[in-house]
């Protein structure tokens, strides 16, 4: 018997080898260590996060649109390819750093006040840093919806 036993969601057929049975597919000694990843990486079925996770996605999307709003009124240099606004000179690098200190501290302080770990308030932070602009204004715009349901 082999270190992974369970259904193949690609099939659904029970396998308690290394090979799905139907599909063919073989799985490999990382996959087989560690399941929730395997099932999210390669059969397509994502692992449900906790409470806390989409709380600090919601801080984390917050964040960057809210640094995004006031770089956008202090720089006038040139928009890059995923929409972000670039500074032009020190004066504007400063003042969009310190506007993004004190945000990245309150979001800080919020994820303590709402009992947010570390590992769910990094894997969020991972997430949100993979949008671009307009992925984090859906985003925004998705979340700012939900509440007002």
């Known amino acids: 018997m082999s270190m992974f036993d369970g259904d193949c969601s690609t099939c659904s057929e029970p396998s308690d ?33 906790s409470e806390e996770y989409y709380k600090a996605y919601k801080l984390w999307i917050d964040y ?5 709003k006031f770089d956008k009124i202090v720089c006038h240099g040139e928009i890059d390819k995923q929409g972000f606004i670039r500074p032009r000179g020190l004066d504007e690098l400063r003042s969009i750093n310190q506007n993004a200190n004190y945000l990245r501290d309150m979001v800080f ?8 770990n570390n ?11 993979k949008l671009t602009w307009k992925g984090i204004q859906e985003e925004y715009q998705r979340l700012s919806n939900m509440e007002d349901d």
Not at 34 to 43: D, I, Q
Not at 119 to 129: G, H, I, P, Y
């Open 64 to 68: 960057e649109y809210n640094c995004e």
């Open 17 to 49: 080898s290394d090979w799905c049975p139907s599909c063919k597919k073989k799985f490999s000694n990382k996959t087989m260590d560690n399941k929730e990843l395997f099932k999210r990486e390669y059969l397509c079925k994502w692992i449900k996060n």
């Open 119 to 129: 590992k769910d308030l990094e894997d969020a932070r991972k997430e949100v840093n």
């Open 109 to 116: 302080k919020r994820a303590k006040k709402l009992a947010i």
